[in-house]
């Protein structure tokens, strides 16, 4: 009995390691390094981190520049907008750099990719606050 049972243990063993090993050699196909995708890529990148890093300084030159518009909403929206603009500086550009470049060059070294990552949770949870504040004031 024993040796039966064990039989057919080695058996479902062997026949669930052939879809493994087939699963392991399938390479991942890496779009972003076909040169049409890479370069909608780039542009759409560029035009985002252009727009909010001037959309949001301007955000902020008016309410400071402007008597008026000193109240605590619109503090809270200068909040916002300088968080949105360091996301345009410092983790779209890393981003980008991280979804074009090939595998093999190893950019994003581990202080490095530890520092941005820490950086990008910071300004989004910073901009989720911000709003929850907003809501919270009106």
């Given at each position: 009995?024993?040796?039966?049972?064990?039989?057919?243990?080695?058996?479902?063993?062997?026949?669930?390691?052939?879809?493994?090993?087939?699963?392991?050699?399938?390479?991942?196909?890496?779009?972003?390094?076909?040169?049409?995708?890479?370069?909608?890529?780039?542009?759409?990148?560029?035009?985002?981190?252009?727009?909010?890093?001037?959309?949001?300084?301007?955000?902020?030159?008016?309410?400071?520049?402007?008597?008026?518009?000193?109240?605590?909403?619109?503090?809270?929206?200068?909040?916002?907008?300088?968080?949105?603009?360091?996301?345009?500086?410092?983790?779209?550009?890393?981003?980008?750099?991280?979804?074009?470049?090939?595998a093999h060059w190893g950019?994003?070294?581990?202080?490095?990719?530890?520092?941005?990552?820490?950086?990008q949770t910071i300004f989004?949870?910073?901009?989720?606050?911000?709003?929850?504040?907003i809501c919270i004031e009106?």
């Open positions: 009995m024993q040796t039966e049972s064990s039989a057919t243990t080695s058996e479902d063993s062997h026949s669930v390691a052939p879809n493994d090993t087939m699963l392991e050699t399938i390479p991942y196909p890496d779009f972003t390094q076909i040169p049409a995708v890479r370069y909608v890529l780039v542009a759409a990148y560029l035009v985002v981190m252009v727009l909010a890093v001037m959309g949001n300084a301007m955000v902020c030159c008016t309410v400071f520049t402007n008597r008026k518009m000193h109240t605590a909403v619109n503090y809270y929206i200068v909040n916002l907008a300088v968080c949105d603009f360091l996301v345009g500086i410092f983790v779209l550009p890393v981003k980008l750099m991280e979804l074009t470049s090939p950019i994003l070294n581990d202080e490095l990719c530890t520092t941005f990552m820490y950086l989004v949870f910073a901009s989720v606050l911000t709003l929850v504040a009106r």
